[in-house]
């Protein structure tokens, strides 16, 4: 793991994830100008009891307090799937698994 995603990894510990799957996508993005500038693209999978009854938007910001500060340097771009235990755990079309 790199020391950017064990950063963001350790900063979402507070949301007491029960699952957590961060993958550097940054290869996929060599090129573009972000990624020229060193900043990684991140693509984010997280389930927490925290997010029980939020909104999508709660759950975006909910993460984004903990690691907003990183963007644009060193996170370029963060693609953010945030869950209640319930729904990861059930078939959804729109969700893909890893």
Same mark, same amino acid.
């Given at each position: 793991?790199?020391?950017?995603?064990?950063?963001? %990894?350790?900063?979402?510990?507070?949301?007491?994830?029960?699952?957590?799957?961060?993958?550097? #996508?940054? #290869?996929?993005? +060599? $090129?573009?100008? @972000? *990624? %020229? $500038?060193? $900043? @990684?693209? !991140?693509?984010?999978?997280?389930?927490? &009891?925290? !997010?029980? $009854?939020?909104?999508?938007? +709660?759950?975006?910001? *909910?993460?984004?307090?903990?690691? @907003? #500060?990183?963007?644009?340097?060193?996170?370029?771009?963060?693609?953010?799937? *945030?869950?209640?235990? #319930? &729904? !990861?755990?059930? =078939?959804? =079309?729109?969700?893909?698994?890893?």
């Amino acid at each position: 793991m790199s020391p950017t995603a064990e950063l963001v %990894a350790r900063r979402l510990a507070a949301l007491e994830p029960l699952h957590l799957a961060l993958d550097d #996508d940054s #290869d996929d993005h +060599a $090129g573009h100008p @972000g *990624a %020229a $500038g060193g $900043g @990684g693209h !991140f693509s984010l999978t997280i389930v927490s &009891e925290q !997010f029980r $009854g939020a909104t999508r938007l +709660a759950r975006h910001r *909910a993460v984004l307090e903990r690691v @907003g #500060d990183l963007i644009p340097h060193p996170v370029h771009a963060l693609a953010i799937q *945030a869950y209640a235990p #319930d &729904e !990861f755990d059930s =078939p959804s =079309p729109d969700r893909t698994s890893r």
